[in-house]
């Protein structure tokens, strides 16, 4: 690693957008969920975004996602925002909240931090962390690699990106979320030996994966598992020709055990598709 220092030093802000503001129905039960619980869970750290309730859901959901530039995330900030002095995990992308909600309740000793863009996603965690009576979650809603690129060298000790979207199409397989720069921010931030756990269960994406991450000198690959991939990429309407590509050997991590096991994650595995687990370490 610290044959690597000078690389990590890179602490940009721009990044490409890998997602897609979609303004989704709210029904009433998550309304009520952001109501109660927005006040306790959501930091606002967003421009133009005080943390209104979903009575004014359009401004919830077109409101900027930028993270400000004066923005440090830092033990001093952690501090502030969960009273203490614990480990802070990061998931990126946390869908319905199920898996950060889960570890939340189960390790009262860590602080967690779920990152989402959807605003139904955002009152579902808020929905079932109220039920458990969480104190140690909080929720941003934010690009992810901009809140990442703010973070303080050594300031988180997991990153979880469980599932992140595709983009199956190959024109748009650069909007992938895991990207060298996302990398080079993610090493920053992680403390010594500290985690980045990935899933995914396109293939082709779990090659992506391993050209991103397996040569960018910054993290290490922890995998105790040889896979077999194709190694040329396929996107959607060719998928289907994979299994005739030549294939190669990659190494990948047993399934983390901190993970549930979510409807979306089940849906893959009755589709017949793999799940790929990698851990990367500082």
Same mark, same amino acid.
């Given at each position: ?7 990590? &030093? ?8 890998? #997602? ?12 009520? /969920? ?34 400000? +530039?004066?923005? $440090? ?5 952690? *501090?502030? $925002? ?7 995990? $990061? &998931? @990126? ?22 990152? &989402?863009? #959807?605003? /139904?996603?955002?009152? *579902? ?6 039920? +458990? ?10 690009? !992810? ?27 748009? *397989?650069?909007?992938?979320?895991? +990207? ?6 993610? /090493?920053? !931030?992680?403390?010594?030996?500290? /985690? ?8 082709? #994406? ?21 896979? +077999?991939?194709?190694?040329? *990429? ?25 993970? @549930? ?18 851990? #990367?370490?500082?």
């Amino acid at each position: 690693m610290d044959t690597h220092n000078d690389s990590l &030093e890179y602490k940009g802000r721009r990044s490409i957008v890998s #997602y897609v503001r979609r303004s989704g129905h709210i029904d009433p039960r998550l309304m009520r /969920a952001w109501d109660a619980y927005h006040d306790q869970f959501l930091i606002d750290m967003a421009p133009g975004f005080e943390g209104h309730s979903l009575e004014s859901v359009e401004e919830a959901e077109h409101a900027s996602l930028e993270v400000p +530039q004066s923005f $440090i995330l830092n033990r001093a900030f952690i *501090h502030t $925002i969960w009273g203490n002095s614990h480990p802070l995990i $990061i &998931e @990126v992308g946390t869908g319905q909240g199920e898996n950060i909600v889960s570890a939340a309740t189960k390790h009262p000793d860590m602080n967690f931090l779920a990152l &989402e863009v #959807y605003t /139904a996603g955002l009152a *579902h965690t808020m929905l079932m962390a109220g039920k +458990q009576g969480l104190t140690n979650l909080r929720i941003a809603q934010v690009n !992810a690699p901009e809140l990442l690129a703010s973070c303080e060298r050594g300031s988180v000790a997991e990153v979880w990106t469980f599932f992140p979207d595709p983009w199956p199409k190959m024109k748009h *397989h650069k909007r992938r979320i895991i +990207q060298v720069d996302f990398a080079r921010s993610i /090493a920053f !931030a992680l403390e010594p030996h500290g /985690a980045w756990r990935i899933a995914t269960d396109i293939d082709d #994406y779990a090659l992506h994966i391993h050209e991103v991450l397996d040569s960018c000198g910054f993290l290490h690959n922890d995998g105790n598992l040889a896979v +077999q991939l194709p190694i040329e *990429h396929v996107g959607k309407g060719t998928a289907t020709d994979a299994d005739k590509l030549p294939h190669g050997e990659f190494i990948e991590s047993s399934r983390f055990a901190g993970r @549930v096991l979510t409807n979306f994650e089940q849906k893959g595995i009755k589709a017949g598709r793999i799940i790929h687990d990698f851990t #990367y370490r500082a």
